[in-house]
């Protein structure tokens, strides 16, 4: 007894512990800049304690977040300055979103994330956004779910395996493309939109990053074409067109890409070979499916993930000139010794490539029935399910 006794107080542990309803926990940091100053937004989960019920919203929210914003000179100093606002020193532990401003995105903002992996408090499995908007409104738009703005954005990320329209980018995978071979990244573009009057966050785009700053955007479609180039499509579908009146989904189930990078000297050529698998989703056409028709479908699905592919290389090789497709990173794994010789000059190198592309499509699954609806039925009686 003389032993347990006194281990007793070792189990304790909780001695330094700040109560939930006593602390300020951020969950997601908006950063842009401000007259040479860093515009710091932050948007806190509010309190539920006993004192808290029936309070005020401090500097704004929607009833379940409290919004803050001040001008700083670094994040710590501005993390310290929001004490007099929220009378209560902030916490990052549970940060999982951050959003940088558009006009800070163009200047090197990398300088400012420093203090995100240097304090063991942040956590680097948060989300980057960029924004062409004001960061504390995307903190401050309308949910649809979620009690906080934050926590649904990064909810949206989760679905990827049912959408390749947007991409998603955590701390430490953004840190890990700036410090590579190339020190080039992309991250996700969030705006807001109208949905009956009220404000919504939607991903919209992708953010090209050259050397610790934003140099261009992809759009929609680009953004399909650079998940598939960097391997990331998990999911989704693709609508094609046999001709102007009849449409086919095709579900995607599985896609790979393999680059296989020849480089000479500064001449580069690159081969892409995309493999695709699918199920047929739905047929709005009144033709019998066949493997005739089945082969139609697939080369169209090829022929439109060849034309995503290839309008994002067009972008990122003769308007942005920067490469972020994965096929500089195959040709440093491929060429470790002739890297140090290009690597310099890599993005002219990318710019200048000539890259084909193969795309093969495979449905492996035509749905429950072999027939399509029939428009102008001669027989009443007749059962599309029957085989």
């Not at 942040?122 to 504390?136: A, D, H, V």
């Not at 890409?257 to 690159?270: K, Y």
């Not at 080369?299 to 994002?312: A, D, H, I």
Request: charged share 25%.
């Amino acid at each position: 007894m003389l032993t347990i006794i006194p281990l007793l107080f070792l189990l304790t542990g909780c001695w330094s512990s700040q109560e939930l309803d006593k602390s300020a926990l951020v969950h997601g940091i908006g950063l842009d800049k401000s007259d040479g100053q860093l515009r710091i937004s932050v948007e806190i989960i509010k309190p539920t304690g006993p004192s808290e019920q029936g309070g005020g919203e401090g500097g704004g929210g929607n009833g379940q977040n409290i919004l803050l914003e001040r001008d700083a000179d670094s994040l710590i100093q501005g993390a310290r300055e929001f004490i007099k606002d929220a009378k209560r020193r902030l916490y990052f532990e549970h940060t999982r979103l951050w959003v940088i401003g558009e006009e800070l995105a163009k200047d090197n903002f990398i300088d400012y994330l420093d203090e995100s992996r240097r304090d063991q408090m942040f956590r680097l499995n948060s989300y980057l956004f960029i924004t062409e908007e004001k960061p504390i409104d995307i903190l401050g738009t309308s949910t649809l779910y979620e009690n906080l703005s934050s926590a649904e954005i990064v909810s949206a990320l989760e679905q990827t395996q049912y959408i390749a329209e947007f991409t998603s980018v955590k701390m430490y995978e953004f840190y890990k493309l700036i410090e590579g071979p190339i020190p080039n990244a992309y991250l996700p573009i969030i705006r807001t939109r109208k949905e009956k009057g009220k404000a919504i966050t939607s991903i919209d785009g992708t953010a090209v990053i050259n050397t610790y700053k934003m140099v261009g955007k992809l759009n929609t479609d680009e953004t399909v074409g650079l998940n598939v180039l960097l391997n990331k499509v998990k999911g989704g579908s693709k609508t094609v067109s046999l001709n102007d009146k009849e449409k086919i989904s095709v579900e995607i189930k599985k896609l790979e890409t393999e680059i296989n990078p020849t480089l000479d000297g500064n001449q580069l050529e690159a081969y892409l070979k995309i493999e695709i698998e699918g199920t047929l989703a739905d047929n709005t056409t009144n033709r019998n499916i066949n493997d005739q028709w089945i082969s139609k479908v697939e080369e169209e699905v090829s022929n439109q993930t060849e034309k995503y592919v290839r309008l994002t290389l067009n972008k990122l090789q003769k308007v942005i000139k920067t490469d972020i497709s994965g096929i500089g990173l195959e040709t440093y794994r491929k060429y470790p010794k002739q890297w140090k010789n290009v690597q310099s000059e890599w993005n002219e190198i990318f710019s200048n490539a000539d890259i084909m592309i193969d795309v093969h499509t495979n449905i492996t699954h035509q749905g429950l029935i072999n027939k399509s609806v029939e428009k102008n039925h001669k027989k009443p009686y007749n059962n599309p399910y029957k085989r």
